[in-house]
């Protein structure tokens, strides 16, 4: 059993940063590519950024240049460093990641259970 939990969400004025992280825990053997998406109310789902193994990243245009993701793959942690915020970045934040558990041998893709950004204008 893997589990990812996010955790940095919460409410700041436009222009302010918030720091995102993601923790894999439980039977976690490998971590993969890591991505944060965000869904806003009445919005689709959308992929943010995201970073794999070897640490190529790819962003969203509209977070290029504010937004950081970044991994430790010794504690198994994503991290999106957010800064400049703006309210259209309001959304509700997931993490995902490929995962290969104990006992597997293909990793799967894991979310989590979401953590709420609100950017004040």
């Known amino acids: 059993q893997v589990q990812l939990v996010e955790s940095g969400g919460g409410l700041v004025q436009a222009g302010g940063s918030l720091d995102l992280s993601c923790a894999a825990s439980g039977s976690v053997v490998r971590v993969y590519t890591m991505a944060w998406y965000r869904q806003a109310p009445g919005q689709q789902r959308e992929l943010v950024a995201q970073?794999?193994?070897?640490?190529?990243?790819d962003y969203q245009d509209s977070v290029k240049g504010r937004f950081t993701i970044s991994r430790d793959d010794v504690m198994n942690i994503g991290y999106l460093f957010m800064n400049s915020l703006k309210p259209e970045d309001t959304a509700l934040y997931y993490c995902?990641?490929?995962?290969?558990?104990?006992?597997?041998?293909?990793?799967?893709?894991?979310w989590g259970q979401g953590t709420q950004v609100t950017v004040s204008s």
């Open positions: 970073i794999t193994r070897g640490l190529v990243t």
């Open positions: 995902t990641a490929d995962v290969q558990a104990i006992g597997q041998e293909r990793s799967q893709a894991y």
